[in-house]
């Protein structure tokens, strides 16, 4: 089960998260074994984001797997979610990620 916290700084309408939550849902889909199903999305919008001192129409994408991806498979992904963030209205230069893989996940009552 992949998760993704998504901060943005500017406020989004129902319309504009549900559009970004399918776009991660379809990014996620480039990572071998990682689908949109058991995907899990935290947006949080109206964020204070600031970088350099300054507050900036950014967002912050902080991304957790189950178990590590291929950098090939990580680059694609990053790829794919700044063009999603882009088609958002999201300057690339203002847009920032994280991906970290974890060897353990708990799920359904149990770790996996």
Avoid at 5 to 34: C, D, N
Avoid at 40 to 55: P, S, T
Wanted: aromatic share 10%; hydrophobic share 40%; glycine share 10%.
């Amino acid at each position: 089960m992949p998760y993704i916290a998504l901060h943005v700084e500017r406020a989004l309408s129902a319309s504009e998260k549900e559009s970004l939550k399918a776009a991660l849902g379809q990014a996620i889909e480039v990572i071998p074994g990682k689908t949109e199903k058991g995907l899990m999305v935290e947006i949080c919008d109206g964020c204070d984001l600031y970088y350099g001192g300054q507050k900036r129409d950014a967002a912050y994408l902080d991304v957790k797997t189950y178990g590590t991806a291929a950098p090939a498979d990580q680059k694609a992904f990053t790829e794919a979610v700044f063009q999603a963030m882009e088609a958002a209205g999201f300057s690339k230069n203002n847009i920032y990620l994280t991906i970290s893989g974890y060897p353990n996940w708990g799920l359904n009552g149990t770790l996996l």
